[in-house]
T-cell receptor, first 114, second 113 residues
């Protein structure tokens, strides 16, 4: 158990819909990272937050947005969903933001868009 | 653009054989980290190497960081079925003020009993 929690574990929704994925980092970790992993694909970095502020953006679509709240939990919002958005979405946390320390991953949310 | 490459993408070995995966970055890294993702699971941090030329061992696993801090390798001696999974390397680019890690695409290891 990494100490990072993600809800829900599974999500099935239809094209065009909007969903919210939630992540709670390990106690004491200030950085949260979101990744997308499609079948047989690597980890695609989406976005990073540190202590409530956006730090870095990767290949995140305009239809996707995220935020980190004062209690440090984070939410990833996916809207106007398309079939190609079906994937595993991982959240990871780390203590540092600038030195690239080790990251601890949550169990992931499996999103299926039908 | 800047990227981290990993080879091979897939490796199938018989139990007891050795296994090596290689990681190469187009840009110097501040450190190199290795993660393991079991089938159906999430990536789990294994180790971090920071110094040029550093070598670390964890039981049957040997990790190396290249002299130029642009490449790394993970070697598993006498693989076991418990080694099955995808191994990712990752690292932050040297000089970056962001905590972002750049991940390789991973090497998927299958071990036949």
């Amino acid at each position: 158990d990494s100490g990072v929690t993600q809800t829900p574990k599974h999500l099935i929704t239809a094209t065009g819909q909007r969903v919210t994925l939630r992540c709670s980092p390990r106690s004491g970790d200030l950085s949260v990272y979101w990744y997308q992993q499609s079948l047989d694909q690597g980890l695609q970095f989406l976005i990073q937050y540190y202590n409530g502020e956006e730090r870095a953006k990767g290949n995140i679509l305009e239809r996707f947005s995220a935020q980190q709240f004062p209690d440090l939990h984070s939410e990833l919002n996916l809207s106007s969903l398309e079939l190609g958005d079906s994937a595993l979405y991982f959240c990871a946390s780390s203590v540092r933001d600038r030195r690239g320390g080790e990251q601890y991953f949550g169990p992931g949310t499996r999103l299926t868009v039908t | 653009g800047q990227q981290v490459m990993q080879i091979p993408q897939y490796q199938h070995v018989q139990e007891g054989e050795d296994f090596t995966t290689y990681c190469n970055s187009s840009t110097t890294l501040s450190n190199i980290q290795w993660y393991k993702q079991r089938p159906g699971g999430h990536p789990v941090f294994l180790i971090q190497l920071v110094k040029s030329g550093e070598v670390k061992k964890q039981k049957r696993l040997t990790f190396q960081f290249g002299e130029a801090k642009k490449n790394s390798s993970l070697h598993i001696t006498a693989t076991q079925t418990t080694d099955v999974g995808t191994y990712f390397c990752a690292g932050p680019y040297r000089g970056s003020t962001l905590g972002r890690l750049y991940f390789g695409r991973g090497t998927q290891l299958t071990v036949w009993p």
